[in-house]
């Protein structure tokens, strides 16, 4: 497995999430579709750290401080902070869907339309 | 974490104490008044620790293991954050009626989203910053379905996904920052660029940096309100409650401006880089300024007609930060951002202006149509003045704070070889008088509907006062405001 094979699966799944961010109808899909693309975000930033960390760790040239492993750590860092946001993110969505499926009882985006111009 | 950290943040922390207090305030009291001069009160909090680092820190300093700075460029738009924010808490005493017994909450979401805002600005990793950028955003979600009413709640879903979105499109970037770089750290990644090979062919030397920097644009770009990416601006601004649109329109605004300028200066600030960026930048301007100023053009709506004209000011702002010199003397390349950071000051001064004036009229008429306007100025004589000073500023005409503003960008531009751009800004402030001035005809010409009198409360006429009279001051004495943007950019502009 290398660096090039990880980045693919993350840019098909970021492809897939956007995709259906820009066709899908129904909030909740459009939710799940952000989602996926949060996940090819993570994948990209752990494959980033995986495959910097040995460089950095078994390098010849480069010394092992604690400077190089806190930056090949950042990845991890990032992917759990991305985790966390994306949660809430998700949480107050389901919220003002509900919200407005109490008014309407419709989760169609498309049917959100009485503003225009 | 060190006392050290702690003091650096302690205008951020303030700030969201504020928030907490606020809530647990909002149980013990019986009446929600009392809650409004809470917040605006304890604001002198962050804003006294904000003076106190300006006057004490002579260097940049960095904390929080190098993740949190407490520059010049930071404390400038802590100041410019906590003022807007104290202003459009201000303005919403009467308005906040609206949702009775929510006001609480409506404070407390306020305050811990300008918290996220201020910590946008200080951020010196990008791990920070997503997460002061998400801080920030969600709150104003909330805030803009906070009406409960059909168009409100739509406003809220539809900021939410695109901004969910975005920030999706801002990860994928800002992971290929890190990881071509190797590094978190918004000044090591300039290091890092510098010292790998370049591919002189490409543009920013790799692909895969290119990739990363575009995406970081386009995801910023949804907070910018630029265009291609601001869809969601005249939904949003149309549907949520006025005193959230003036703070979305301002204080949101302002954040990704400046971590936009902290992220291209700083991290992408060599010269053969920033040539790249500002080829980018100029298209991006010129598109949005085109776009926004031609859909204002037929709004009926006046808070959608503000929101297709934000759009076109974010234009403008682009137009300065895409005036990086091509000659890179200093001089020339500071000249760019300052007068970003002065239109950014004139700006907000000239919308609260026009969206308290706003609030004060449709407090009472309850229409946001721009006919509900209409023989305002015998109605209503003296916020029909104000509303109209702040509409010239936003078109531009001295002596207001808003021509100053774009003379600053403009000639930034020329200065910096892109006159073509210049020109392009010039015409399109000719367009936008169409629609800034129909709406002065509307209430100084038209008859009125009626001849009832439309007077203002005394918080929202202070309010609308205040900016105003900053747009006139700013607009006639501006060299004192000119050199405080030239000392906040001096420390990040090299």
Redesign the interface.
């Known amino acids: 497995m290398t660096l090039e094979n990880v980045l693919l699966v993350s840019a098909i799944l970021?492809a897939i999430?956007?995709y259906g961010?820009l066709t899908r109808r129904n909030?909740i899909v459009?939710?799940m579709s952000?989602e996926l693309?949060?996940n090819?975000?993570n994948i990209?930033?752990i494959?980033?750290s995986r495959f910097?960390l040995p460089a950095?760790l078994s390098g010849s040239r480069i010394e092992v401080t604690a400077d190089t492993v806190q930056?090949?750590l950042?990845?991890h860092?990032?992917a759990i902070?991305?985790i966390a946001?994306a949660a809430?993110?998700v949480a107050?969505?389901l919220a003002?869907?509900i919200?407005?499926y109490r008014?309407?009882q419709t989760t169609d985006?498309s049917e959100?339309d009485?503003?225009r111009? | 974490m060190s006392a050290h950290d702690l003091w650096l943040l302690s205008p951020e922390l303030s700030v969201a104490a504020l928030g907490v207090i606020v809530i647990i305030a909002d149980l013990i009291l019986e009446k929600k008044t009392p809650l409004i001069w809470i917040s605006v009160i304890g604001l002198t909090v962050p804003l006294t620790f904000a003076l106190l680092l300006w006057f004490n820190t002579p260097d940049p300093e960095i904390g929080v293991f190098g993740t949190v700075t407490a520059d010049r460029l930071a404390l400038f738009f802590h100041f410019l954050l906590i003022g807007t924010t104290a202003a459009v808490i201000v303005a919403s005493v009467t308005y906040s009626r609206k949702f009775a017994g929510f006001q609480g909450e409506y404070l407390a979401l306020m305050l811990l989203s300008v918290s996220g805002m201020m910590l946008l600005a200080s951020s010196r990793d990008i791990i920070t910053a997503y997460l002061a950028l998400e801080v920030s955003t969600l709150p104003v979600a909330a805030l803009a379905a906070f009406l409960r009413t059909d168009r409100s709640l739509e406003a809220g879903l539809k900021f939410l996904l695109l901004s969910a979105l975005s920030s999706a499109i801002l990860l994928y970037g800002l992971v290929y920052l890190y990881g071509v770089t190797g590094t978190t750290d918004i000044g090591g990644i300039l290091d890092a660029i510098s010292g790998m090979s370049a591919d002189g062919g490409r543009a920013f030397g790799s692909s895969a940096l290119m990739l990363g920097v575009v995406m970081v644009i386009a995801g910023f770009g949804f907070k910018m309100a630029v265009a291609p990416f601001h869809m969601w601006v005249p939904d949003v601004y149309e549907g949520a409650p006025t005193p959230i649109v003036a703070f979305l329109s301002i204080a949101s605004k302002s954040a990704a401006f400046a971590i936009v300028l902290r992220i291209l200066y700083t991290a992408l600030g060599s010269n053969d880089l920033a040539a790249d960026w500002s080829v980018l930048l100029a298209i991006l301007a010129a598109i949005t300024m085109t776009a926004g100023n031609l859909l204002a053009l037929t709004q009926r709506n006046i808070k959608r007609m503000l929101g297709y004209s934000t759009v076109a000011h974010a234009g403008y702002l682009l137009v300065g930060l895409a005036a990086v010199a091509a000659n890179s003397d200093s001089e020339g390349f500071i000249a760019g951002p300052q007068g970003v950071l002065f239109y950014l000051v004139a700006y907000a001064f000239t919308n609260l202006a026009v969206f308290f004036a706003i609030i004060a009229i449709t407090n009472k008429t309850g229409s946001d149509l721009i006919s509900g306007f209409a023989g305002m100025a015998r109605r209503a004589p003296f916020m029909s003045v104000l509303l109209a000073l702040g509409l010239l500023s936003l078109l531009g005409i001295p002596p207001t704070a808003g021509f100053l503003g774009k003379i600053f960008v403009f000639s930034a531009a020329v200065d910096s070889g892109l006159a073509w751009l210049a020109v392009v800004g010039v015409i399109n402030s000719v367009v936008s008088a169409f629609y800034y001035l129909r709406v002065v005809r509307t209430m100084f010409l038209d008859e009125p509907e009626n001849d009832e009198r439309v007077t203002a409360d005394i918080p929202v006429w202070a309010a609308t006062m205040t900016a105003s009279a900053g747009l006139l001051i700013f607009g006639i004495a501006p060299s004192s405001l000119l050199e405080f943007a030239r000392h906040a950019v001096s420390g990040v502009v090299t």
Do not use: N
Request: hydrophobic share 70%.
């Open positions: 970021f999430g956007l961010a909030a459009l939710l952000i693309m949060f090819a975000v990209a930033a494959g980033f910097t950095a930056t090949a950042s990845g860092v990032f902070f991305i946001a809430a993110e107050l969505g003002l869907v919200a407005i008014q309407r985006v959100l009485t503003m111009g």
